[in-house]
């Protein structure tokens, strides 16, 4: 009995053991008919980790507490979680500033706590994506560390160093984006190191090739532990002119710092970026990873770069346009989608991110929040593409801003106030409950909760079939189900109407209307069922008083109404 025991327990450790190998370096290849990957099914959703759950109790969010809440995310609907930086970091730029790269910051666990969270996330079919923090590292990880000790140390090179013009004149005129010189005067070597950032936060030196296989060895090293893929940080500003030639000055005035308007034609953005970008695809394709980049493109030209000939680069790069479409206008989010789905690879839609005014407060009007939010749910889960949340959206999360100075967290606050207030208040703890601290710690949190909790809570919403949880459920839900959303064409109807946003989405036979109104006052659409092919149309999620009646829509103020059509 003893021997079949141990026998069946070696067996079931070895399948489980193969289960993991298999997953972390072959996970899902499967394709649908139309040749769709998992990265343009699955939506994802980032968790921006000082603010999600707090396990410990000190105020602050870790991985554990990212693992409780792994069922919640699941019956959301969300396929795969982006963590923001969690790996050990002086916090300057809340972890943007890596010291290590193969490890996790105490505050937020052990890489044994990453593993349990990754098979926690596995056995629920939740992928988990890193942000890989590649333009730069912290001042204080052991390669910046010998870089500075000496003009000849190892690590010298991987950083980008230059003698000033003169006595107390940086190399050139280019400013931190954070504010500032991007330069500073390191005494030990007398000698200068570029920022872009923070000057906690020295440019890696990509032209140096030691530079590359080290962060390429740092992407094999965590797909090998069990990740999908990354969030590439900054990728814009990875390389800078050889010559450092001044940057243009675009207009007179200054900024919230205090500096001119750059044109960072210099330092921004150079073609280089692209071979970088193609090499991480390359080794990401092998373990059937995603890459999604934080890419503030001007145009879909641009956006197609990313893409790269032949998709060879980015398969997600975000499209960040889509989030500076700042009012309810549907002529403006036609245009955008349109411009999107003609670009050449596969759509990346976001609303709201750790850096940027929540989508709550950008859209909503201050009287009819919530109905806005469900109508911003609607269109962005409902276009052909890949969405990704941002924790707290789909509860209806305010952002809350610092009031004074002194409460300031984010640096830039501080440097860049009052114009520049910082992104704390788009940061503030998830609200789970209506107890203390919103359920988040039991300690007071690192950012205070907003007084909105007490009626925008995961617990209570969930209590509530009209909240914007409920909403976000039922949306995530069909766009799961329904072939049409999943891998239907994209065509706008109703293309001169300035109240409602309106378009289907066709899957061979299959059909699916999405009507947006983005006004105050009720209003009607036609389908257009004939020329389009299609007999009826039937609700399959819509706002209360949103309804179909043959060819017509009739919508509420900011009313929504999704249905199926039928031949
Ligand atoms: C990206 C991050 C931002 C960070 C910056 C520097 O823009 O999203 O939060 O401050 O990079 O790493």
């Known amino acids: 009995m003893k021997k079949v025991i141990v026998w069946v327990s070696a067996l079931l450790i070895c399948s489980g053991l193969l289960g993991m190998t298999a997953f972390a370096q072959a996970p899902d290849r499967a394709v649908d008919k139309e040749g769709h990957q998992w990265w343009q099914h699955a939506v994802f959703y980032e968790i921006y980790p000082r603010s999600f759950a707090d396990s410990n109790n000190d105020g602050v969010g870790d991985l554990k507490g990212i693992a409780s809440k792994l069922d919640y995310l699941k019956d959301l609907g969300v396929d795969a979680i982006w963590i923001s930086p969690c790996f050990p970091s002086p916090q300057v730029d809340f972890g943007y500033d890596v010291s290590d790269y193969e490890n996790i910051d105490p505050m937020y666990g052990t890489l044994a706590d990453f593993d349990v969270l990754a098979s926690e996330a596995r056995k629920r079919n939740i992928r988990i994506i890193l942000d890989f923090v590649v333009n730069h590292s912290s001042d204080q990880h052991k390669w910046f560390l010998d870089s500075k000790s000496s003009r000849t140390s190892a690590h010298r090179d991987w950083y980008i160093w230059r003698d000033g013009k003169g006595p107390g004149q940086p190399p050139n005129n280019w400013a931190s984006t954070f504010g500032g010189p991007a330069w500073k005067l390191d005494p030990t070597t007398n000698q200068y190191y570029y920022h872009y950032f923070y000057a906690e936060q020295p440019d890696l030196n990509w032209r140096n090739p030691a530079v590359k296989d080290a962060m390429f060895g740092i992407e094999t090293w965590w797909y090998k532990r069990g990740v999908s893929g990354f969030r590439l940080d900054a990728v814009d500003t990875l390389f800078e002119d050889p010559k450092l030639q001044d940057n243009p000055i675009l207009h007179p005035g200054t900024n919230a710092f205090g500096d001119p308007y750059e044109d960072n034609k210099n330092n921004t953005k150079l073609p280089e970026v692209h071979d970088v970008l193609r090499g991480l695809r390359k080794v990401a394709d092998e373990h059937n990873a995603v890459l999604i980049g934080e890419t503030w493109t001007t145009d879909v030209a641009e956006l197609n770069q990313y893409y790269g000939d032949g998709n060879n680069e980015l398969q997600l790069p975000m499209d960040f346009l889509f989030t500076m479409v700042n009012k309810l206008s549907p002529a403006e989010f036609r245009k955008q989608i349109a411009a999107v789905n003609g670009a050449s690879g596969w759509p990346t839609f976001v609303i709201s991110n750790h850096d940027i005014v929540r989508s709550y407060d950008r859209y909503g009007d201050g009287e009819h929040n919530d109905q806005i939010a469900k109508v911003m749910a609607a269109l962005y889960l409902t276009l052909r593409g890949t969405p990704i949340m941002y924790y707290g959206e789909e509860i209806g999360m305010k952002t809350t801003p610092p009031t004074s100075k002194e409460e300031v967290k984010d640096p830039i606050g501080r440097t860049g106030w009052p114009k520049e207030k910082g992104r704390d208040g788009e940061r503030t703890p998830m609200q789970w409950d209506g107890t203390a601290n919103a359920g988040f710690s039991k300690a007071a949190p690192w950012l205070p909760v907003p007084p909105t909790y007490e009626t925008h809570n995961v617990a209570a919403e969930l209590k509530d079939h009209n909240s914007v949880l409920e909403f976000y459920r039922k949306v995530l839900k069909l766009r799961h189900d329904n072939t049409a959303l999943l891998d239907g064409n994209y065509k706008a109807i109703n293309e001169t109407d300035d109240n409602v946003l309106s378009y289907l989405r066709?899957?061979?036979?299959?059909?699916?209307?999405?009507?947006?109104?983005?006004?105050?006052?009720?209003?009607?659409?036609?389908?257009?069922?004939?020329?389009?092919?299609?007999?009826?149309?039937?609700?399959?999620?819509?706002?209360?008083?949103?309804?179909?009646?043959?060819?017509?829509?009739?919508?509420?103020?900011?009313?929504?109404?999704?249905?199926?059509?039928?031949?």
């Open 506 to 567: 066709i899957y061979k036979d299959h059909g699916t209307v999405v009507a947006l109104n983005m006004t105050n006052a009720p209003q009607k659409i036609s389908i257009g069922l004939k020329g389009n092919g299609f007999a009826s149309v039937k609700s399959l999620l819509a706002t209360e008083k949103s309804v179909a009646t043959g060819d017509d829509v009739s919508l509420e103020p900011y009313g929504v109404f999704i249905g199926e059509l039928s031949q």
